[in-house]
């Protein structure tokens, strides 16, 4: 069976996140994943991927981990995840603490969401030069996971560096919450199969069936299962295409796809509400 969930960006003018974590739970939701821009540099030399102007919401992202605490303080079933951290932007010893401590006080209800960004300017202000984000993002992701199960952790890379320390809380998930891979390149498949336990990709103008195999194979390469992975994808109303939502769903389901998450474009609640409130008649059809 396929869960539904909804990703967004909370900001200060649309729905707060406990009112939408809320009302998912309260309409058959079974996840709420929120996305992280630390800031925007005003300076624009990154074109932005989806091409055109860069949206000025992307300068108004909340916290993720502070709009998800308050989603998950409300809610009781609901799961929690990021879509996406960006993981360079964050110290290691940090980003475990913090994850770590969101998989407490959501009694293991968080899925951890990662990339690397695409804003070079964005990650610059943060120390860290375009070319190393995903060599970086690998040995930070690795690093959490140290701390996330070892009591005196420790890790000696290129990157991250740090002799034993004492770091808690530890997660309530055994081995720590899933980390969905939210990127889609050649590379990616790779990736996922070495050190995450998910793919999170956005539904779009790939060849999304041709990316499950080469998990599968990688997987298997590294002596996983496809059993052992979470597939989630985010679509929207932009690319349903001819054959509509309800037969989409089915399509992604059929590739594998554990979980089917719409996404919210920031707006007023006036104009949120009643996008929300159509796609949860939808996803009644499935239930």
């Not at 069976?1 to 990703?7: A, P």
């Not at 009112?19 to 739970?25: G, K």
């Not at 059929?254 to 006036?270: K, T, Y």
Request: aromatic content about 12%.
């Amino acid at each position: 069976m396929t869960d539904f969930g909804l990703v967004s960006i909370p900001t200060h003018y649309s729905i707060q996140p406990a009112d939408l974590a809320r009302w998912a739970e309260a309409n058959g939701f079974e996840a709420l994943f929120y996305g992280e821009h630390t800031h925007i540099p005003t300076s624009r030399q990154t074109p932005f991927p989806l091409g055109g102007e860069l949206p000025m919401y992307y300068a108004q992202f909340f916290d993720p981990f502070i709009a998800l605490t308050a989603a998950a303080a409300v809610t009781e079933t609901l799961k929690v995840g990021t879509s996406v951290c960006l993981v360079p932007e964050h110290h290691p010893i940090n980003l475990a603490k913090a994850t770590a401590c969101l998989d407490r006080v959501s009694n293991g209800r968080f899925l951890f969401g990662i990339g690397a960004g695409w804003n070079a300017e964005e990650m610059a202000n943060h120390g860290v030069a375009f070319k190393d984000r995903w060599k970086i993002t690998r040995e930070r992701v690795l690093a959490v996971r140290e701390i996330w199960t070892k009591e005196a952790a420790e890790f000696h890379g290129q990157f991250v560096d740090f002799d034993p320390i004492w770091c808690w809380p530890k997660p309530v998930q055994a081995g720590g919450p899933p980390i969905l891979m939210g990127a889609t390149s050649k590379w990616s498949a790779r990736r996922v199969a070495e050190y995450c336990d998910g793919w999170f990709p956005v539904d779009g103008p790939y060849d999304l069936s041709a990316s499950v195999e080469a998990i599968r194979v990688e997987a298997d390469k590294a002596g996983r299962s496809m059993d052992e992975f979470d597939l989630s994808v985010i679509t929207a109303d932009g690319v349903f295409g001819r054959s509509g939502p309800e037969n989409r769903v089915r399509e992604l389901s059929q590739m594998g796809f554990n979980r089917v998450l719409f996404l919210i474009e920031p707006a007023e609640p006036d104009t949120q509400w009643p996008v929300l409130e159509r796609y949860a008649g939808l996803i009644r059809q499935f239930q």
